[in-house]
């Protein structure tokens, strides 16, 4: 209830449906992103790993980081490690962090007022029109 003593709940049965369609459709959304980054992720993280391992990283596929971590796990490549990690790092730095940059970098030029470093001292022709001089 609020202040006036009414409830809060949603009277219309319309809008009620529009609003969990809504939340759907973003869950929906979000998942997908998700879900994208992950795989480019995980590409990114192949194509990294192959070619550290010198092989012709347009080979790699979607699953060729978790073919040798797998490898790597059960013993068969045992100086993989660090490979791996690195390959990890870029293809999750890659996929995600480019992508993040560029959204932010897109943000912060929407000509947003700056709130500092913007100060600089007048000059003569302004102090004139100002009537200072």
């Not at 609020?2 to 529009?18: D, E, P, R, Y």
């Amino acid at each position: 209830m609020n202040a006036n003593g009414k409830s809060l709940t949603i009277v219309n049965g319309a809008s009620a449906a529009a609003f969990h369609v809504r939340s759907v459709l973003v869950a929906f959304a979000v998942l997908a992103i998700v879900t994208i980054g992950v795989l480019a992720s995980l590409w990114a993280a192949s194509f990294f790993l192959y070619a550290s391992l010198r092989m012709n990283p347009l080979h790699a596929g979607l699953w060729g980081w978790p073919d040798v971590l797998l490898a790597w796990r059960h013993g068969q490549m045992p100086n993989a490690g660090r490979r791996l990690a690195g390959a990890a790092l870029l293809g999750v730095l890659a996929a995600v962090g480019g992508p993040a940059t560029g959204l932010y970098t897109l943000w912060e030029s929407t000509g947003r007022r700056r709130l500092y470093g913007s100060a600089r001292f007048a000059s003569e022709a302004e102090i004139r029109a100002a009537g200072l001089l």
